[in-house]
């Protein structure tokens, strides 16, 4: 009796451990596909969108290697220390690369697929010497997506207004450019003092994905107006990094431009 039911337990705690085991590599292959998304990109060893395409897989890699995981983990008593803990991990870390793309997956799924901000949509700040790497990158074009973009921004992004100051246009200018080139991040600002219009950039840490930003001071009755405009090179949606950058930079001018105390 004592034998029968030590062979009915054989393959339970088998199929136990055979499933930690399974979940633990598929967490590790999907962690490796995680890593290769910004690898790959960084390295133009593909395009971006074979890097969503892995970022996506991983997710679902993730997945199966929680379910592998977790249905070891029932049989917890089942398991050696070794596959216990090869199951733990297999869980812990395949939640983690659901995780990721999923967190990332709703909050576009919240924003409008624009990746163009800017405060003035009926006249935005064109670019001009960010053109020759926007090109080198087959980035996106400039040229403004028109009505159907503003009335996108404005329905999400409503607070996201255009500069107004009693200064007159060369000192507007001077401040806004001293702030850009305060602002973390901003690489590669380049000033236009003529045309009162200043060029920056900014990339992301992960995927370094790089944004174009432009900046316009003009004259605005007795004073000025300051216009700007964060614009991405790659993907339809931007999750809302363009407009965060916009108002990082209006809150900083803000400060700029009050009056002293």
């Known amino acids: 009796m004592a034998y029968q039911e030590s062979i009915a337990f054989r393959p339970r705690r088998s199929a136990a451990a055979a499933l930690g085991l399974w979940g633990f590599w598929l967490a590790l292959i999907a962690l490796l596909a995680l890593i290769a998304v910004p690898a790959g990109w960084r390295l133009d060893l593909w395009p971006f969108t074979v890097s969503l395409r892995l970022m996506r897989y991983s997710a679902y890699g993730g997945v199966l290697a929680c379910v592998a995981s977790l249905a070891a ?19 812990l870390l395949g939640a983690t690369l659901f995780y990721v793309p999923w967190h990332y997956t709703r909050i576009a799924m919240q ?17 001009v010497t960010v053109l020759a790497a926007r090109n080198a990158q ?22 996201i207004k255009q500069v107004e100051t009693a200064l007159p246009p060369d000192e507007a200018y001077r401040r806004a ?3 850009a080139q305060r602002m973390p991040g901003w690489i590669d600002v380049a000033p236009e003092p003529s045309a009162r219009r200043i060029e920056a950039s900014q990339s992301s840490f992960w995927m370094d994905f790089t944004d174009d930003i432009a900046i316009r001071v003009a004259p605005h009755g007795s004073g000025s107006r300051i216009d ?3 614009l991405s090179r790659q993907g339809s949606g931007d999750f809302g990094v363009n407009a965060a950058r916009v108002r990082a930079y209006i809150a900083a001018l803000d400060k700029a431009l009050a009056p002293a105390p």
Do not use: N
């Open 138 to 159: 087959h980035a996106l074009p400039v040229e403004y997506g028109g009505v159907a973009v503003a009335k996108q921004q404005l329905a999400a992004y409503p607070d």
């Open 177 to 179: 450019l001293d702030v």
């Open 73 to 91: 983990l029932i049989g917890w008593r089942r398991l050696s220390t070794t596959r216990r803990v090869m199951a733990a991990i297999g869980l």
């Open 111 to 127: 924003l409008p697929a624009i990746h163009d901000i800017t405060t003035d949509p009926i006249a935005p700040p064109v670019f």
């Open 228 to 230: 700007v405009r964060s």
